[in-house]
């Protein structure tokens, strides 16, 4: 039996059959590619002043090769645009500016804290498109998604390794996480999105933004507490009021953390 998929039942879509597609669908599908190829490019650029701040050796080898898959990821959704006949040099003048990246990343702490938290939201994204109907979407998601559990690993040895070396590692972890998490909790989008209802419509997302951040906070507030031992509020509504996002002006664009400022 032919899967079909979202609430519209639409059969999988090839490139060559992309432009047949409804408009909605193309729109929020290309849409999606063009943050990518924006927002990977920009945060590999914020990543690389990292990797001289590794520790060790061993850390900077595995900072710089995370850099390295951040490009590559750039490069990968940029294929899906150059396979649809579109010029990925003009996304990049269209689309300038990253709102996640207006929060620098000062220290080796800010960088390992995260990819701890904020490439686990990336990452919990991917999942969910590696279920939609744009066939080569689906295909670069399962590639992506492979090197962001790499990320979030190299995120978790990294604390770790704060925590267990640096005589002020609790307090370095702490301000990483005040920092992060609401940045992480942020790019689910905000609550009762239209844009999600829309995704959903079309099977691009199944889940809704609230459902996504619910889970995504129960496994980070359980690491960060339980784990690290730092001690945050507990629960969701600490840190969220549903309104953040909106007030940010994203309308569900949000994503990962990487946000597009038109
Ligand atoms: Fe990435
Ligand atoms: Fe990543």
């Known amino acids: 039996m032919t899967q079909l998929y979202g609430q519209a039942g639409i059969p999988s879509v090839d490139t060559a059959n992309f432009r047949a597609q409804d408009p909605e669908f193309q729109e929020l599908v290309l849409n999606l590619i063009n943050i990518h190829v924006v927002s990977e490019d ?3 650029d914020c990543f690389e ?3 001289l701040r590794g520790p060790t050796p061993e850390f900077k080898q595995r900072m710089a090769k995370t850099v390295m898959e951040e490009y590559g990821h750039h490069l990968r959704f940029r294929r899906l645009l150059e396979e649809l006949g579109i010029d990925w040099r003009e996304t990049m003048k269209a689309k300038q500016h990253l709102s996640t990246f207006d929060t620098p990343i000062d220290t080796w702490a800010d960088q390992m804290v995260f990819l701890a938290l904020v490439d686990r939201a990336a ?3 991917f999942v969910e498109f590696e279920k939609m109907p744009y066939a080569p979407f689906r295909k670069a998601a399962e590639d992506t998604l492979r090197e962001e559990h790499g990320h979030v690993g190299l995120g978790m040895k990294g604390t770790k390794w704060i925590l267990d070396n640096e005589p002020d590692g609790k307090a370095q972890v702490k301000s990483a996480v005040l920092k992060w998490l609401p940045v992480g909790l942020q790019s689910f989008g905000g609550d009762r999105s239209r844009t999600n209802d829309r995704y959903r419509y ?3 997302k199944s889940r809704t933004n609230e459902e996504m951040r619910a889970e995504y906070f129960a496994e980070v507030i359980a690491i960060i507490r339980d784990k690290w031992g730092i001690d945050v509020p507990a629960r969701l509504e600490d840190w ?3 309104k953040t996002a909106q007030a940010a002006g994203d309308g569900g664009y949000k994503y990962a953390g990487m946000s597009l400022k038109a």
């Open 202 to 204: 079309w099977g691009i």
């Open 240 to 242: 969220w009021n549903g």
């Open 123 to 125: 990452a919990h994204q």
């Open 49 to 51: 002043r990292s990797i």
């Open 42 to 44: 920009y945060g590999a």
